[in-house]
C-alpha cells in the first residue's frame, strides 16, 4: 500500500513539473502586438477611424457630425493615455474649400 501512495505521488510530481514548463515554454514567447490600423466605427453623430502614424504610433480622428469637428489623439505608451493633437473645425475647412 505504501508502494502504491509513493507511485501515485511521483506521477503526480511528474505530471505537474511537466505542466508547469510547458505553461512557462507558452507564456515566455514574443507577443505580437495588436495594431487597429483602418478600423472605423459609427454611433449617432459621431464617426472614428484609427490611423497608422509612424511604426509605433497611432492615431485616432473621432468626428463630431452634427457639430462639425474632428478631434485627432494620439495614445502615448509611456504615460497610457490618448493625447489630443488637434482639433479640426470642418465648418471652416470645407467652407474655405467652397467657390
Avoid: C, H
Avoid at 510530481?13 to 472605423?40: C, D, E, K, R, W
Wanted: aromatic share 6%.
Amino acid at each position: 500500500m505504501n508502494d502504491s501512495k509513493n507511485l501515485a505521488i511521483g506521477v503526480l510530481s511528474i505530471t505537474g513539473v511537466v505542466l508547469l514548463a510547458a505553461v512557462i515554454l507558452a507564456t515566455s514567447g514574443v507577443q505580437n502586438p495588436v495594431q487597429a490600423v483602418g478600423m472605423l466605427d459609427r454611433g449617432g453623430d459621431y464617426i472614428m477611424v484609427t490611423a497608422q502614424f509612424s511604426e509605433n504610433d497611432e492615431i485616432v480622428y473621432i468626428t463630431d457630425a452634427a457639430a462639425q469637428i474632428t478631434n485627432v489623439y494620439n495614445y502615448d505608451t509611456t504615460r497610457r493615455e490618448l493625447i489630443l493633437w488637434d482639433q479640426i473645425d470642418l465648418k471652416r475647412v470645407l467652407g474655405a474649400a467652397r467657390p
